[in-house]
């Protein structure tokens, strides 16, 4: 008897420590989960004003949110089954007048049927009907006269809805008069209301929705612009890098078998403009680089002389605004680089001249014709300019669009005296609301090893020699092949 009491003492004990843990690992679940609640509520309300996930307009509005206001008929149809009222007649009348306000209803949520001639029609109609049946039978019938109101905001909106409603309201009130006299215009009053209320909010309703879809399609254009912008920076920028680098392999392998030294100096210069390039590049993607027109113009120095192409570089004028330099550096960039790839040009002349007004920026070089139609041609090449369209490719022409829009211009074509000339004219100051190029060009002032800060350990050996000895590839090595 002892042994079972006792039995039982621990199986009620166990039951009970079971039942507590139970009860305490419930607790702590629901408290994760309010706790979980809790963070994916304030992580989407975040991204909501963020911006990351758009609001829901929820289902577009439809002709059933003006169904419920029918159930304003009830009295009439209650008249017609205790014989208040003739049975056929008020059959027909409510049958008729359900039938004309559902069709008026359903189409007035669609612009196009809702301007259409057959809606119309359809509400004269249904106010005939409604004005027949209200003088006919008055009490209870008179409610259609806000329905026919509340129809006619429906299909009606702009500037004649005021008249229009207004003369609906005075009809209803008429109407409502000859039946009820003086308590008629309650009816009129109720119309009146009933026709610019739903008016004002169908038209708020289908203002907010125009409003996000044309906020959807800007954000969607802002998107495809930015893409397209940054191909074009990409395409300048790695067109012009990669160019420098081919002409120093070039030259590096030119030198190998009679300097072993000059050629090690090219090869230091590669690894020098391919850290330049990283730079840039890290630069591109960030949205924080500037341009140099003195920068690039050194750049394009160096980069001709190591192609054998004689350089000659002469400025007048006064100086830019940064926001101008920093276009003409693309333009100085993108035509040099065609220069150094696709023309069989000896000299290369880069004027940049200009007035209080106005600021030139010439680029000629004497290729014959039979190298691809000097620097603005392109077979080929990883640019994709082609010298079968008119002004150069799509280099030329993304630089185009950009002088486009701060007010200036572009054009490219074969010179008087043979070769290729790219010429782009800017205003001296640009507006401050015009954004500048992203990226731009690195700056830099013809020496050092670019913009781009590089660990102590891992600088090329070109950066620590004299500028007179070895200029850095980042202000334009000027080795030679």
Not at 55 to 71: C, H, M, N, Y
Not at 362 to 382: E, L, M, N
Not at 391 to 408: D, V
Not at 453 to 480: C, F, I, K, M, Y
């Amino acid at each position: 008897m002892t042994r079972s009491f006792e039995d039982r003492r621990r199986a009620a004990t166990c039951r009970r420590d079971a039942w507590r843990s139970a009860f305490r690992t419930a607790r702590e679940h629901r408290r994760h989960w309010r706790a979980d609640k809790e963070r994916f509520k304030a992580e989407y309300r975040s991204a909501r004003r963020a911006g990351r996930i758009p609001e829901d307009p929820g289902p577009p509005a439809s002709g059933f949110a003006l169904l419920p206001w029918l159930l304003m008929g009830m009295g009439a149809f209650s008249n017609v089954f205790q014989g208040d009222a003739d049975p056929w007649i008020g059959s027909l009348g409510l049958l008729a007048f359900n039938s004309l306000y559902i069709y008026v209803a359903f189409r007035a949520f669609v612009k196009e049927a809702r301007e259409a001639t057959s809606t119309r029609v359809a509400l004269v109609l249904l106010g005939l009907v409604t004005c027949g049946l209200a003088l006919g039978y008055g009490g209870s019938w008179l409610l259609f006269l806000p329905l026919f109101g509340l129809a006619t905001g429906a299909v009606l909106r702009g500037p004649q809805l005021r008249s229009i409603g207004t003369a609906v309201a005075v009809l209803a009130g008429a109407v409502a008069c000859v039946r009820d006299g003086w308590d008629g215009l309650t009816i009129a009053y109720a119309t009146w209301i009933s026709t610019m209320v739903t008016a004002a909010i169908l038209s708020l309703s289908e203002a907010v929705r125009e409003l996000r879809a044309a906020r959807e399609e800007l954000a969607r254009r802002a998107v495809e612009e930015e893409r397209l912008r940054f191909s074009r920076d990409l395409h300048d920028l790695l067109g012009h890098t990669l160019s420098v680098i081919v002409v120093k392999s070039e030259a590096a392998r030119r030198l190998a078998p009679r300097d072993m030294d000059a050629a090690l100096s090219q090869v230091t210069d590669i690894e020098a403009v391919g850290r330049q390039a990283l730079t840039e590049i890290r630069e591109a993607v960030t949205g924080y680089r500037e341009g140099s027109l003195a920068g690039e113009l050194d750049r394009a120095r160096s980069a001709l002389t190591a192609a054998g192409v004689e350089p000659s570089v002469s400025r007048s004028g006064p100086p830019p605004d940064p926001r101008t330099a920093a276009l003409l550096g693309w333009v100085v960039r993108e035509a040099v680089t065609n220069v150094v790839r696709h023309s069989d040009a000896s000299h290369c002349g880069i004027t940049v001249s200009g007035t209080p007004e106005r600021v030139r920026l010439t680029v000629t070089d004497d290729g014959g014709s039979s190298g691809g139609g000097g620097s603005g041609c392109d077979h080929g090449d990883t640019g994709g300019d082609s010298c079968c369209a008119p002004g150069g490719g799509t280099g030329l022409t993304g630089l185009r669009e950009r002088l486009a829009a701060a007010g200036g211009t572009l054009t490219a074509g074969p010179g008087p005296r043979g070769g290729f000339t790219v010429t782009a004219e800017l205003p001296v100051e640009l507006p401050v609301e015009l954004p500048m190029p992203h990226p731009g060009t690195a700056t830099g002032t013809g020496t050092g090893t670019g913009t781009g800060t590089q660990p102590e350990g891992t600088r090329s050996a070109a950066a620590a020699r004299p500028a007179d000895t070895v200029p850095s590839v980042a202000a334009g090595p000027n080795l030679g092949p």
